[in-house]
């Protein structure tokens, strides 16, 4: 085939490229001849003449090639990444703005084109190490950084190359294109229907490609977001001023403690993390005389806008609409004090780090009391486990701030160095 | 002073602080507590404070909205508690 022998002549030196680079299987290509993909090797190696051992430039590429190089298929694995970089590397259509600029888009069919022909390059510039997987690669990198600069460095020659200038407004069509056609589109008809001159249809089809790949990525982002503010406002986020989508996180969602199911209705009380649920031992009955001393540091639990109830109504063990698998704590008002029934459930899950300190039959002495001023001995007993144990995890998981920052404003504050000595 | 000590050390402060959140305290009581069980200059455990404050506002927003609740109630709630302790202890006395 058109590489190997060369490839083979070229290099003796790296054994690798033997193996790996034998053969262009045309299979691998996206749809399209070889003949279809220019390169400008002129272009290409112009910086490397003057190093042999510089490689070509990745930088501008910036995330275009997050391929790894070892890997056994190297074929099948640079065109799969051909099809990664194009997607990648997206110019504004899709706003991922990676090192490539709009204005000197590599064309995603170059892209392609690139990486198909890594293999003919590895063959004409031997002597690098890099030329086995990596040689693909980097290659492939130099050529599209050459290529997307050809009109800026004036190297081009123009022979078969195919540059497309997805601007904004050429992918609107597009997307238009697409939408109209619905399930029927492919790239010729989407040619069609843009009615575009200087596109081919391997243009289209690179284009459609990163499209597509990149609205997956954006669904399955806006659902995992939805999925987080849905449990968000479930969670005191109607208190939280229902702040607009968040992608991230909130603290909320991520205690290790275990969370619970998302609840029908938003709480008013934050609960989850931040409430330490007691789990009395024994069953209610018995902990009822008990309660009313611990209870009132449950108060807090109830939601504020519940009309001040007795903390303990008596028997309380008539459902505990979870059916108490194991005598649901701080229930002694459950049905009373709480909004909804998953309610309680939140705080049996919630729990369950406590439960092993509850479970020695003794009220909890992490409720806060009544005044929601921890005991003293409650406040050291956790933090020296803290201290004692730094592997546990975070008990609400806050995203922590950047190292940096912090040291900056210790030192701003008169603490230079930490930990201070 | 590498950066990992001064990294590890900053998370640790920051796992004490969230201790002392699960039991909704404030900052200053925060500040005192760490410095008094984990000797913790209260200086570092505000800054640490703050910094955490702006990268999750939504959740001490939320914090603070319901701890001025929990505050506020929880005066209504001790006397009615009171009361009850009293009308029931006098209950069980009679009986």
Redesign the interface.
């Known amino acids: 085939m058109l590489v190997a022998s060369s490839l083979r002549d070229s290099t003796s030196k790296n054994n690798d490229t033997e193996e790996t680079i034998v053969g262009v299987d045309m299979d691998d290509f996206p749809g399209g001849s070889l003949l279809e993909y220019s390169i400008d090797f002129d272009e290409l190696f112009a910086g490397l003449d003057e190093d042999p051992d510089a490689l070509p430039d990745l930088e501008i590429l910036g995330d275009y090639y997050s391929v790894s190089a070892g890997s056994g298929d190297e074929r099948g694995q640079s065109s799969d990444d051909g099809n990664d970089v194009v997607s990648g590397s997206a110019g504004s259509p899709f706003g991922s703005g990676s090192g490539l600029d709009t204005s000197s888009v590599c064309s995603p069919s170059e892209g392609a084109a690139v990486v198909d022909q890594a293999e003919e390059v590895g063959a004409k510039k031997d002597g690098k190490e890099h030329q086995g997987h990596f040689g693909k690669v980097k290659k492939l990198a130099a050529s599209a950084a050459k290529a997307g600069r050809s009109s800026k460095t004036g190297r081009g020659d123009g022979k078969r190359k195919v540059k497309v200038d997805w601007t904004p407004e050429l992918h609107k069509r597009f997307v238009q294109a697409v939408e109209q056609l619905g399930e029927k589109a492919v790239p010729s008809r989407i040619l069609e229907v843009m009615g575009a001159d200087g596109l081919t249809r391997h243009n289209i089809a690179s284009h459609l490609q990163k499209y597509r790949s990149h609205r997956k990525h954006l669904i399955a982002r806006e659902a995992e977001a939805a999925s987080w503010n849905q449990r968000?406002h479930l969670y005191?986020g109607a208190?939280?001023?229902g702040?607009g989508k968040?992608a991230g996180v909130?603290?909320?969602l991520v205690p290790t403690i275990g969370f619970p199911p998302p609840m029908p209705q938003p709480l008013h009380?934050?609960l989850g993390?931040?409430?330490?649920w007691g789990h009395p031992s024994g069953g209610h009955s018995q902990s009822n005389t008990m309660w009313?001393k611990h209870i009132?540091p449950h108060?807090?639990l109830?939601p504020?806008h519940l009309q001040?109830r007795?903390?303990w109504a008596p028997p309380h063990p008539h459902h505990l609409p979870y059916g108490p698998s194991q005598g649901m704590p701080c229930y002694p008002s459950p049905p009373q004090r709480f909004v909804a029934p998953p309610v309680p459930g939140i705080p049996h899950r919630a729990m369950y780090k406590n439960d092993p300190r509850a479970a020695a039959g003794q009220p909890p002495r992490?409720h806060?009391p009544?005044?929601?001023?921890?005991s003293n001995e409650?406040?050291?007993a956790?933090?020296?486990?803290?201290?004692a144990k730094?592997w546990?995890p975070?008990?609400?998981?806050?995203?922590?701030?950047?190292?940096d920052?912090?040291?900056g404003?210790?030192q701003r504050?008169?603490?230079p160095?930490?930990?201070?000595s | 002073?590498g950066?990992h000590?001064?990294?590890?050390?900053?998370?640790?402060v920051?796992?004490?602080i969230?201790?002392?959140?699960?039991?909704?305290?404030s900052k200053e009581?925060c500040m005192e507590?760490?410095s008094?069980?984990?000797k913790i200059?209260p200086?570092?455990t505000s800054?640490?404070w703050?910094?955490?404050e702006?990268?999750?506002k939504?959740?001490f927003?939320?914090?603070s909205?319901?701890?001025n609740?929990?505050?506020?109630?929880?005066e209504?709630?001790?006397s009615?508690?009171i009361q009850?302790?009293i009308s029931?202890s006098s209950k069980d006395s009679k009986e």
């Open positions: 968000r005191g208190r939280a001023g702040v968040r909130s603290p909320w009380r934050p993390p931040l409430h330490v009313p009132v108060h807090h109830r504020p001040p007795p903390v992490l806060p009544l005044d929601s001023t921890p409650t406040i050291d956790a933090l020296e486990d803290v201290l730094p546990l975070l008990p609400i998981g806050l995203k922590p701030p950047a190292i920052t912090v040291v404003e210790l504050h008169g603490v160095q930490i930990p201070p | 002073m950066d000590s001064s990294a590890s050390y900053i998370h640790m920051q796992h004490l969230e201790k002392c959140l699960t039991f909704h305290m009581g507590a760490l008094k069980h984990a200059d200086v570092i800054t640490v703050n910094e955490l702006k990268e999750n939504e959740f927003e939320s914090y909205k319901s701890k609740e929990e505050d506020r109630m929880s209504a709630e001790t009615e508690l009850k302790l029931d």
